[in-house]
């Protein structure tokens, strides 16, 4: 059976400074407890294609099956979450973050549309795989990204130990 471990990253260089309060990574820890995921853990890092990179494998080699990252998916200059994402996952599924930009669009944000979120899956250290999914570094954006991953995880956890269809 596959850990039940999740990471929740979010990657701000504001947060990371003390310049502003993190509010996107608690609020994503707390919906996924309340889901039933008791294994979180969380990250602060600042943008940037190494951080971001260098922190997912981290989290990766620690166990965690299911990571969730928030921030810098944007397309601002240091909106670089996907570019260090691409660095690790072995491929991506561009239906959960089609999905993710889609349930946000449907809740009146226009401005889902330009995140650059992905989704795929990486390989550990230890050879297990994890479902990394990149979403908005607004509350909001984690509440409706996280409907969708919530909603697939259950069909995703089962695949990454060889379950059926």
């Given amino acids: ?28 820890v707390s919906l996924l407890e309340q889901a039933g995921l008791t294994d979180v853990r969380s990250h602060l890092v600042p943008d940037g294609v190494e951080t971001v990179r260098d922190v997912l494998r981290t989290a990766l080699d620690e166990g965690a099956r299911l990571v ?7 397309i601002a200059p240091r909106d670089l979450t ?18 993710v930009r889609q349930q946000g669009i449907a809740a009146g944000v226009a401005t889902a549309a330009l995140s650059r979120g992905l989704a795929g899956l990486a390989t550990a250290a230890d050879g297990g795989r994890a479902l990394v999914v990149n979403l908005p570094g607004s509350s909001g954006g984690v509440r409706d990204g996280l ?5 697939l995880w259950p069909h995703v956890r089962s695949q990454l130990v060889g379950g059926d269809h």
């Fill in 1 to 28: 059976m596959t850990s039940d471990q999740v990471a929740v990253i979010t990657v701000s260089d504001r947060c990371a400074r003390g310049e502003s309060e993190d509010r996107s990574g608690p609020t994503a």
């Fill in 68 to 74: 969730i990252t928030t921030g810098g998916t944007g």
């Fill in 82 to 99: 996907p570019e260090g994402t691409r660095e690790v996952l072995d491929y991506e599924i561009p239906g959960i973050a089609e999905a």
């Fill in 147 to 151: 409907q969708v991953v919530l909603t």
